[in-house]
């Protein structure tokens, strides 16, 4: 007579418990490399700020000089 | 791979077909655990959502929407209800309140329902003369508290800008400006009934349509206040003060085509010229079950006033059509 709630109760105990595990970082989907990375607002912030870094500076150092203006002297550096 | 007689699959027992990773779904975990807490999410649905708690939640909303009448909503109007760490995407995340999600509610695809109201009026009238004024101003009222109806009120307050604008051109009298108040019944002048006044004439009324129509406005305004929405702290209300009014989700003319119809459609024009405001916005605390369920609970009530106006608007004469989905 009691069997379904019982069974419904387990489940909910059980999917609760793996919310828990998820909540403290226990669960296994956070044991991988990128589940490490994903949780950790340090590295994400720290890749963020390395790609910007390297956008920054391609946008530095790939300039296309403009042809200088008939006779105008070439810059000389 | 040993050679075999014919073609093989390669099979990956017990390796996972799919990762899916979220930076922060700390909020979302939380939710998950107080609705299930609650028993407004339903255990089964954990393996539905593939163990993902974004989707655990998107799952649970929907049914407790179906739960609440949600097919009476799709029947009249077209809305989205989402959870979101911001009250609108134009607003930035609040960093001193780590734990607030929002439950939000607006139009999906900008669309509007519609009831047309002159010939339930003209039903109402012969009745009683404030019978017409009481009944629009139950209806829109009991909506209006959840949901945004533009109405004649909202075409007057145009029309009256226009004027403002025509008179100081110099050629003021060329401009045809819409005639909103000769479009409005003269019973909708009357004074409305109080509650008192309005039971006792229910009781009087004969003809079974009107009484059905009476009664389901009244059901309607009692349902929908039975919980009042949750006022916005000014840090909410500074973040969406540059967003434009919330979207009408209901238009409210007293006959097809009017100068109320009209106005809409003008000033439709420009209402997403500015990320317009949620119609419902409920801030919470998603690690407070009992926050979770107010939310829920007056998110419920939202749900079924909508759904109730929905039937009412196919209890009112002269609105087959405006119909979203059946």
Redesign the interface.
Known sequence: MSRKPKS?EV??R???A???R??QGRHA?YQ?L??RF??C?EF?SAAALCAAAVNASARTYNRTPLDAAPGWLPPVS | MAQGSGLLIPRLDAVPMAHRLVADDRLAVMLAKSLLELDIAVPGDWKKAERDPTSFIRVTLERWIHAHDGPAIRHRFLLSAVISNSPSDWAERDETKSNQLFLIVEPSEATCGCATFGPTLALLESIHPQLPATFFHLFVGALNRWLRVYDFRDAEERAETLREWAAQEPDADQYELPDVEGSIPPSMRQAVLIDGELAHLVDRINDPITKKLVNAVIALDHLSAQTERPELDDNIRQELSDCNPPLPCLLAVFAEGDPVSASFDEEAQGMMEVEPEPNIIIPFDPTDTASVQRTFHMFGVACQTIAAASRLIDLMPDNDQWIISR
């Open positions: 419904k489940t909910k059980a999917v609760l793996e919310l828990e998820l909540r989907r991988t990128v589940g994903a949780r607002p994400v």
